[in-house]
């Protein structure tokens, strides 16, 4: 069974900095792409960014410059270094994969993490 484990949240002071980890387990064929959702009190889950295998990173206009996602094919693993933070950037922020399970199958099967909180204070 395939889960998604999130760590890295936290509160930090607006301008600062925070870096969300998130690494899959279980039984799968490879990652077709990994990132990151986020969603406010009272307002749709969006995303924030992602990153196809071979592909480049997708942001949120409302992100670009100040967060950045990476990979690490060998630990299964997704990053998301965010800096220069602000108070609309607080949410809970969800990890998600788009996994292939079998080598004789394309079809996508899409994973979320529990959700990590980050709350930044103004």
């Known amino acids: 069974q395939v889960q998604l484990v999130e760590s890295g949240g936290g509160l930090v002071q607006a301008g600062g900095s925070l870096r969300l980890s998130c690494a899959a387990s279980g039984s799968f064929f490879s990652i077709n792409a990994m990132g990151w959702y986020r969603q406010a009190p009272g307002k749709q889950r969006e995303l924030v960014a992602a990153?196809?295998?071979?592909?480049?990173?997708n942001y949120a206009d409302s992100v670009k410059g100040r967060f950045t996602v990476s990979r690490d094919n060998a630990k299964k693993s997704v990053y998301l270094q965010m800096n220069s933070l602000k108070p609309e950037d607080t949410a809970v922020y969800y990890c998600?994969?788009?996994?292939?399970?079998?080598?004789?199958?394309?079809?996508?099967?899409?994973?979320w993490g529990q959700g990590t909180q980050v709350t930044v204070s103004s």
């Open positions: 990153l196809a295998s071979g592909g480049s990173p």
């Open positions: 998600n994969a788009d996994l292939r399970l079998m080598a004789w199958s394309t079809l996508k099967n899409v994973y």
